[in-house]
Each structure stands twice: as C-alpha cells, then as structure tokens.
C-alpha cells in the first residue's frame, strides 16, 4: 500500500521492520534491498537511513548499484527482495506515483525539462491545475511554483523558456519542481558536473538551506572533495553492498577513495610522465587559430607518444578549440596541420576521414544511440570493415561481434554481452565504448572532452591507462578537462587556457593542481611572459 507521508516539520518515529538498527531519527529505511538482472546482482541486501533535515552522500563505482537503488526509491524498477519504509510506513514497490505521494524527488543529471516550454510550465508539469473557463489559469496555478522558486532564490521570471536558461538555473527549476510538489526528500544525481565553481558554490548554500528547513538530501556525486564538505553522511556502495557509512569528519579524501574501490590509487609520479622528443615532427600542430573571441591566436605542436592536456575555467575556450581540430566549427584565422601536412576541414566526416575523432563532453546525447547495443555503438564508425562482402553495403553480424567483442576485452568494458543496450551501462563503461569506437577506424588523432565526467575513480584509473596506451602506441591524444586532479594524474603535458588564449605550459614536476589554478587566472597582460612550471607560453 503507498504510503502518503507527513511534510518534513513532521519527524515521525523510525521503527525498523527488520534487519539493521535504525537511526533515532531515520525518516526513509532501506532493509534488505536485493536487485537481479539477468541473474546478475545490481543490489545486495542493502540497508540506508535517511533523515530529515540532513544531506546524505550517497557514493560507488559505476556500477556499484546506486542508480538501481534510486530507481527502486522512485518507483521505475521492482526489487527481488527488501523493504523500503517512510514514516514507518512501507512505501508500494513498483510505482512511481506512490513515490512522489510520499514526498520523494529525483533531479537526474540529464536535467527531464522541456526546452521550449517556460520555465512555470516545466515547474508544473504533471501537476494539478487551476482552470477557468475551461483554460489553465497559470497565475493561480503558479503560487506554489512562485513560492518555491522564491524559496531556492530564482531570479529570472518564470516565464523564460528553459532553452534560454543556463545549467545552473535549469537546476533551480528542478530543485522548485520538486518543492511545488512538497517533497520531503530530493535526490540530486551528479549535481555540479556541469556547473562552473561559483554555480556550485550557490547550490550548496541552497542544498544546505533546505536541509535547515527540514528536507532530506540524498546526493549522488563523484566529486569526493564536495561530497565531504557537503554531506553529513555517507554511505559507500561496492559491488551492490553497503561498503562503508561515516559521518561528517570521521573519513578522509582516502578512506572515501579505498572503500569505493577496494585499493588506494597509485600516486603519479614524476618518472611515469612522458618527455616527448620534440626534434621530431608534431602528430599534429595549431598556428595562429582564432575563432569568434572564444578562440584567439592559439598555437600549439602535439607530439608522438604523449598526453597533451588543456586545462582553464569553463568558458576558457577549450572546447571550441577541440571543435574546431575535429570539424565541428571552422576557424576564422589560422590553420592546422596533421603529420605535417595542412588539414582543411569542411564538416565532422572529412575530419574522421583524415583520422581524427572526438570524444564528446556530454556523451549521452552527443556520443552515444542509447537505445542501440553495445556492439553497434562501438562498430559505428568502421561498418566498412565488418561489410560481408567488401564494396557491397551488408555488414557481416560475425564479423560485427567479433570485432566487438574483442574491443570490449581490451577496454575492459563490463557488459552482459555485445548485444546489451548501452544505455544500461555505467557511465565509465559507456566512455570506454566511445573510445573502442575510434580504435580500428585508422585512429591519428583522438580528442577527449572531459573524459572522466561523472565516472568514478576506478574506472577513471581504467580510462587513463586506455589513454596512456593510445598515446604511446603513437596516436595523438588532446584531452580536456575542467578537474585539475585529472590534469595532474593523467597529463605529459599542460596547456591553461584563460579567455581563448594559451597562458602557460606545464611539464614533469612543474605540473601541481596550484600551478594550473594560478595559470587558469593569470592575467591576459602577463601571458607573454614564462609560465611557471613549465616553458614559455
């Protein structure tokens, strides 16, 4: 039966059904929670207290079993075994209706908004309306809407369409959905992976906000650095059981990291780094590239065997210039070379043509056919060496799986099989089968745009060393990424943008998150000079 469940001023008295003490206060229990698919365990006899008024870290590999376990809390997937109690009454397994009945709310990292609809009207979408004369009254309709925007500090007018929003007000749209709906708890997945610092920083104040006022957070990050800062719990998911749970201040950055994935990670050192020959010729070169303000005066030579890295803010002009390398956009000045020959690209297909290829930030809508399996996502790019009959247009299925298949072993790729649908896999094993998509097709140049975003630290130690093993085997790798760690842990060599220009070079030991960040600010009148750590810029 579904429960409908007090507003979260209302603490009722945890009692548990069985299985793990509850906490004094839990408000949502999980006893025993057990997920199979395909006689795989996703959830294994999982337990989780949740109480009002506090922010729980909800943290694991890819894989680890945290999107099942939220998918049951909504109501989208059924559990083999288990109980899940809210206010000491168990919540109806199976239905997504009896979920928000009982005062859950889930903002995915794929934010689900209408893009032409405003921002009122996504706000209220699925809710009850008032009407008149037969039409929606959105002034009366509105009030909860406006009192919950007013509550998470919107600003913008409500009746802005949601195309014309930033991320970080498309978040406080959904943050006021939920509260129009009276949600006592909101689970928040992946939350600033695509929001600058300072829009971080405004949406902890908010998630800490609502927990002063009684809603419980359940938060869903792989940014472990926020994720201590922020949460007053932590539970750690491994292999679909609970691993580890702490409080505030009784783990560190490495407790977190070892529970996560059962090991420390290696430390980078200096003698692992790759010190290109630069008397040989570049793999690929930059002269002179400018592109509409966002891209200025950029050179820059990519060398046979290393990681070449661009770090900056967002909006440094990073990710134009990896669009304009593979024939997403055309430069207004400048040229390119690859392999010392000039490359004049008119589209995307005559950048593949000549070897290059791009591995897209948002790799769920711009990488991946989610709905398609995981041997056509990765064959896509090469059909021409998988045809039955070469200049023929039937592709081989035996050869398909086979090349598959052995694509799959080498990355390591955790999938049931080749013909699995891949939006049924973790994010770090989707990005690996976006990399094993390039692998056969004549690779010379591979492009990552934040390769590791919302991928956990195991399998971003398993993405690197594809990365490693892609440059030393003389493919040029250009990688960007917002997180310094990663600059630091995977980078030969750093470049920092700031405002489309290159404001300094880090090699070897000069490569520390400090010097990146004092780099990501430097003054645009002092980049002529040396960069510290590294060459001049």
């Known amino acids: 039966m579904a429960c409908e469940v007090a507003p979260a001023r209302m603490v009722a008295e945890a009692t548990d059904p069985g299985g793990a003490p509850a906490s004094p206060g839990a408000w949502l229990q999980i006893r025993g929670l057990t997920k199979l698919f395909a006689g795989e365990l996703a959830l294994d006899s999982a337990d989780l207290d949740v109480e009002l008024g506090r922010v729980h870290g909800l943290v694991g590999a890819n894989g680890a079993g945290k999107s099942t376990l939220i998918r049951c809390l909504a109501g989208v997937t059924v559990p083999n075994r288990g109980s899940i109690t809210i206010a000491g009454q168990e919540l109806h397994k199976g239905s997504p209706q009896a979920s928000e009945r009982a005062g859950l709310a889930f903002i995915h990292q794929e934010l689900n908004l209408i893009p032409h609809f405003s921002a009122l009207q996504n706000m209220l979408l699925g809710a009850p309306k008032k009407t008149r004369f037969g039409l929606i009254d959105w002034r009366r309709s509105g009030v909860a809407a406006r009192a919950a925007a007013e509550r998470v500090g919107i600003r913008f007018p409500l009746e802005t369409r949601v195309a014309d929003l930033s991320v970080a007000e498309r978040w406080l749209v959904m943050i006021g959905k939920a509260l129009t709906r009276d949600a006592s708890m909101i689970a928040m997945d992946e939350p600033t992976a695509s929001l600058s610092g300072p829009e971080s920083e405004q949406l902890f104040a908010i998630i800490r906000d609502l927990a002063g006022q009684g809603v419980a957070i359940l938060y869903v990050s792989h940014r472990l650095e926020e994720v201590l800062d922020l949460c007053d719990r932590i539970t750690v998911l491994r292999d679909g059981r609970i691993a580890a749970e702490a409080d505030r201040g009784s783990i560190d950055k490495k407790g977190l990291v070892h529970a996560i994935i059962g090991h420390d990670v290696r430390p980078v050192r200096d003698t692992d780094r790759f010190a290109a020959d630069r008397s040989a010729a570049p793999v690929f070169s930059v002269r002179g590239l400018s592109w509409k303000d966002r891209v200025r005066d950029v050179s820059l030579d990519l060398y046979r065997g290393e990681v070449l890295a661009l770090g900056g803010l967002v909006g440094a002009g990073r990710t134009e210039l990896a669009h304009l390398a593979a024939g997403v956009a055309r430069p207004d000045g400048g040229h390119l070379e690859l392999h010392g020959r000039p ?8 950048a593949v043509a000549a070897g290059i290829a791009l591995v897209p930030e948002e790799r769920r809508s711009q990488g991946l056919m989610l709905q398609q399996s995981v041997g056509f996502n990765i064959n896509v790019a090469t059909l021409d060496r998988i045809l039955s009959v070469p200049g023929l247009p039937f592709v081989s299925g035996r050869k398909g799986r086979q090349q598959a298949d052995r694509l799959i ?18 994010g770090g094993n989707q990005q690996k089968a976006l990399i094993a998509r390039w692998l056969p097709a004549g690779l010379k140049l591979l492009i990552l745009d934040e390769p590791s975003r919302g991928v956990d630290v195991g399998a971003r130690e398993e993405i690197h060393a594809a990365i490693r093993a892609l440059a030393r085997s003389g493919v040029g790798v250009l990688v960007i990424s917002s997180d310094v760690e990663e600059l630091v842990l995977l980078a030969d060599r750093v470049l920092v943008m700031r405002e489309g220009r290159i404001t300094g070079e880090l090699t070897g030991a000069g490569i520390t998150e400090a010097a990146i960040i004092e ?3 430097h003054d645009m009148q002092d980049a002529a000079g040396p960069a510290r750590g590294g060459e001049t810029a």
Request: charged share 15%; hydrophobic share 40%.
């Open 343 to 350: 490359l004049r690209l008119s589209s995307e297909a005559a």
């Open 409 to 426: 072993g080498e990355l390591g790729i955790k999938t049931p099989s080749a013909a699995a649908k891949i939006g049924g896999l973790s």
């Open 519 to 521: 780099l990501s600010y």
